[in-house]
């Protein structure tokens, strides 16, 4: 049974840029959430997906977007890129809306010049 | 605004002596408690969580953890650590049915052989 599945694995842009990531949730898990963790830090709540729809959504800018598929599969998208945004990117998954237990995947290393 | 606190960043521990770290929140509501590791080169794994009932839980690898409402503190302890215990762990709390996880900054244990 294949866990959470992420890509790319390491990506480098410049500031500017556009980037998408992809994340492929635990097998049979519905509900998608995505945290930034910059380096030295806590993962940090970006928004989460149910039922195709964002549900919620932490203290990122709009240039934050996502978008979840019909099969529970889901992108997150970053516009004009900022050297902030260099930080590793994690997708977890649940097996239900209010289902707490999160489901990471290996994350995916955004490199911004 | 809602908060986790690890106290310790870095531990440095011989293998065979006791482990606790320390994870403070600040909420008044209803949450669930989760502790995850990342061992290097790994993604996140959950270790233990508390949803509910005996404060004291028990987790993968000998680890258990202890739920004190009245200090809103969730410690994580280990009577004998090893080796293989190396890694970055990362406290996180959740209002219950936002499935919104909120991370402590995490503390990182090295284990000297």
């Known amino acids: 049974d294949a866990g959470v599945t992420q890509s790319p694995t390491h990506l480098i842009k410049t500031r500017g840029q556009q980037v998408t990531l992809r994340c492929s949730p635990k097998?049979?898990?519905?509900?998608v959430s995505w945290y930034q963790q910059a380096l030295g830090q806590g993962p940090q709540f970006i928004f989460q997906y149910y039922e195709e729809e964002e549900r919620q959504r932490g203290n990122f800018p709009d240039r934050f977007s996502g978008h979840q598929f019909p099969n529970y599969s889901s992108e997150l998208n970053v516009n004009a890129l900022l050297l902030g945004d260099s930080a590793l990117y994690l997708c977890?998954?649940?097996?239900?809306?209010?289902?707490?237990?999160?489901?990471f995947g290996p994350g995916t290393r955004l490199l911004v010049l | 605004a809602q908060s986790v606190s690890q106290h310790n960043h870095h531990v440095i521990l011989s293998e065979a002596a006791s482990l606790e770290l320390g994870c403070n929140y600040s909420y008044g509501g209803t949450v669930n408690l989760f502790w995850y590791v990342q061992y290097p080169g790994q993604h996140l794994q959950l270790l233990l969580k508390y949803f509910s009932g005996d404060p004291l839980v028990k987790g993968i690898k000998g680890f258990e953890a202890e739920f004190i409402k009245s200090k809103f503190s969730f410690n994580l302890r280990k009577p004998s650590v090893q080796w293989s215990d190396t890694a970055e762990y990362f406290c996180?709390?959740?209002?219950?049915?936002?499935?919104?996880?909120?991370f402590g900054t995490g503390t990182l244990l090295a284990v000297q052989p």
């Open positions: 977890a998954s649940s097996l239900a809306w209010g289902e707490e237990t999160q489901y």
């Open positions: 996180a709390v959740n209002l219950r049915a936002t499935n919104k996880l909120i």
């Open positions: 097998s049979g898990h519905d509900t």
